[in-house]
Nanobody, 114 residues
């Protein structure tokens, strides 16, 4: 079973950039479709970006043109480059891996100050 560990969260000013990383272990990374979800306080978790095992990407409309998901199969790592960030408080970003079943990381928190 794959284990996922996110990193890179923190505090950034509005308009700034941040890169999240998620490193997988315990399974063959490149068979998985990888993704990032986020959950703001009091809100439902939503899909932000997905990259398939073949490298195709998809984004929620609110981040198109600002966020980029990528993967490095040699490092078993998926990234989320976030740019031009809008103010948000204590949003937790979760890394996911899907191959049949859906696996989740523990999350990393991002706060974008205004």
């Amino acid at each position: 079973q794959v284990q996922l560990v996110e990193s890179g969260g923190g505090l950034v000013q509005a308009g700034g950039s941040l890169r999240l990383s998620c490193t997988a272990s315990g399974s063959i990374f490149n068979i998985y479709d990888m993704g990032w979800y986020r959950q703001a306080p009091g809100k439902q978790r939503e899909s932000v970006a997905v990259i398939t095992s073949g490298g195709s990407t998809n984004y929620v409309d609110s981040v198109k043109g600002r966020f980029t998901i990528s993967r490095d199969n040699a490092k078993s790592t998926v990234y989320l480059q976030m740019s031009s960030q809008k103010p948000e408080a204590a949003v937790v970003y979760y890394c996911t891996a899907r191959y049949g079943s859906h696996h989740w990381g523990q999350g990393t928190q991002v706060t974008v100050s205004s």
